[in-house]
């Protein structure tokens, strides 16, 4: 993972790359620093009456004054807003002759020079953004304004058509915006709502119809300013490749969670099914996987939804001539996938959602909260998983078409005081308009930021804007496919005519159909060689299957009943061939525990797709005992052998979440 004083251009693309947008933004409406809290000013807020309730992960976080960063497990390579400044200083070298030609005349007198610069330019975005990029037409590299008149805008949105098209690549225009005059320096951006100024009917009252995303960009030169008479037009415009086949379709997986009734199930239903709701629980009755959950409506397992999108960002239709449209077919007409994992708010189902939340490797986490109901239940439980785990957040607060608007505010600043308290310190940007859309998802990247929407899925009221938002979430670049295998499965199957089938996600290396692969551990810790018959994505059959995505594979001449989610397949040419462990060492911290964890103690642990009993054994602590907020090393043994590699996340609970912590060493 990169540091953040990794200067080196490919650090710091690649850290930004991982959102592949906001190599493309001069990003000067989000790093005002007027608008952005500082972490001094962050930590020193106290979530006091959230302590009070309940015992949630997140309270306990804030409580004992500790972020997921104080414990090391937060990502290292936190972005601060101020590292972004310069995104496209990669390119000079790329560039080399053409120094003295700004952007603006690059995009507005386009010769076989600059047009092959340009095109070196969006080739390595595109790479890094594996496959999509955000652009932004209207601002130079250093976030001046090219205060570009209508007529130069559409030139320079043709040259970028052209460039894009060489590429075999669609440009969508996100959204565009006409500004005249110089823009005011320091305008809050219209995304950032400073603490206080926030109101559930979404006034904000510092905002100006002018902030740009350029707004602070220094004051323009006067020759500039001369020409800020005239119009400034900007657009973001997402530039995305058309998959040569299945293995390139980019996947994004997003695990929706929250409170029981909040509207997880629904708000899938109305994203992926094309149906607006009732109140009643019509948009959810497809996404079921068992009678009992038709019957309660309530989830108890893990369903997995699919939002396609096209190279022009249009979504795919998920209905065909009034029926669901397969899968596959979906796949077909898609360049980019939203994978949605539906998990069940009940806490009688914890142990499923956790589940949902490691094994399936989500990039980002979607904690949908009812407006009327508020931050209560599992939402805080799930919202500090979250944390935990390092997967970024976007809140969705629904139901807002029943909900008083009284109760709606208090729902909202409830949530923010939660999202700024010291244990999350999170940014909370309201999302209420497309350039909020483009500027969030953009910056997405940091895990400090915390998308917040509001919709209603009777009405379809936000619905729009969070599907924009999805559009452009940014495909996660911390998978290396250049390491050796690793394949976590979290579902088995017995497929007519196939056999049995594994479901779950490469998280290192490239799998082939026909590639043979250890797979393991079984009861007594050792793997088998398994040959890989057949590799779908999104029931679309495909030669390969690539690190980041997830995939089923049929395997030859397996039955089923020896497969256990949690097992891992791993490189079949590893020598010696791997072994599971049953004892390991973590570094742990207690959230919470109301008397104290010795010797014997036993616990649910999660890790990745491994779920099972673990008993402590031994721990760097005199007295062997370990109290709410203790820190320790501690060794841990499984019941069952299980594959676990130096480093990995670790949670684990009895009931709610008891503590979080990191693999540190394999012992046996
Ligand atoms: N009026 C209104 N009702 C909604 C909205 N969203 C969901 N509902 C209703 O809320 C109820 C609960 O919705 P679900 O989607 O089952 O909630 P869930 O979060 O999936 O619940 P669990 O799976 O049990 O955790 C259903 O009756 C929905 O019709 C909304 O935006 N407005
Ligand atoms: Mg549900």
Known sequence: MLKKDDKTVSARKGSISSTAAPTSLPLGSVKTESSIPSKKAESTSQPSSLLAEGSSIADKLSGMQLSANDLGLSHEDELDMNDMEDPLAGFEAQRSGLEDLSLKEQLLNPTEATMESLQSLLTARIREGSGETMFEIGV??????????????????????????????????????????????????????????ETASGNRTSLQSSSSPSSSAPPASSSSSKEADKSNKTAYLMIRKAPKSGEELLEVRVAVVGNVDAGKSTMLGVLTKGVLDDGRGKARVNLFRHRHEVESGRTSSVGMEILGFDTKSVEVPSQVSGRPAPWDEICARSAKVLSFIDLAGHERYLKTTVFGMTGCAPDFVMLMVGSNAGIV?????????????????????????????????????????????????????????????????????????????????????????????????????????????????????????????????????????????????????????????????????????????????????????????????????????????????????????????????????????????????????PEQILRTGDRATVRFQFLHPAFLKVGARLIFREGRTKGIGKVSKIVA
């Open 140 to 197: 130079e590299e250093d976030g001046a304004p090219m205060n570009l008149s209508d007529t130069e805008f559409e030139t320079a949105l043709t040259t970028v058509r052209t460039v894009a098209s060489v590429l075999e690549a669609e440009v969508a225009v996100m959204y565009e915006k006409n500004v005249s005059g110089i823009p005011e320096p320091n305008i809050t951006p219209t995304a950032i709502i400073p603490e206080g100024e």
């Open 377 to 621: 239940g599992m939402t805080k439980e799930h919202l500090g998983l979250s944390l935990a785990l390092g997967v970024p957040v976007l809140v969705v607060i629904t139901k807002i078409d029943m909900c008083p608007p009284n109760v709606l505010e208090s729902t909202v600043k409830q949530l923010t005081k939660i999202l700024k308290s010291a244990g999350c310190r999170k940014i909370p940007m309201f999302v209420k308009s497309n350039e909020d859309v483009v500027v969030t998802a953009s910056h997405f990247v940091s895990d400090r930021i915390c998308p917040i929407f509001q919709v209603s899925n009777v009405t379809g009221e936000g619905i729009d804007l969070l599907k924009k938002f999805l559009n452009i979430l940014p495909v996660s670049t911390k998978y290396n496919k250049d390491e050796p295998v690793e394949y976590q499965i979290t579902d088995t199957f017995s497929v007519p005519f196939v056999g049995t089938v594994v479901s779950g996600v490469v998280m290192n290396g490239v799998v082939h159909a026909g590639d043979q692969l250890y797979m393991g551990p079984d009861g007594n810790g050792h793997f088998q060689l398994v040959t890989i018959k057949s590799i779908q994505r999104k029931r679309l059959n495909v030669p390969v299957a690539c690190a980041g995505q997830s995939a089923s594979f049929g395997l030859k001449k397996i039955r089923r009943s020896t497969i256990r989610k949690g097992m891992v397949m791993l490189d079949g040419h590893m020598t010696p061939a791997p072994r599971g462990c049953r004892e390991f060492e973590a570094e742990v911290l207690v959230l919470y525990h109301s008397t104290t964890i010795g010797q014997k103690y036993q616990a649910m642990l999660h890790c990745g797709a491994v779920r099972q009993t673990a008993r402590v054994i031994a721990m760097d602590k």
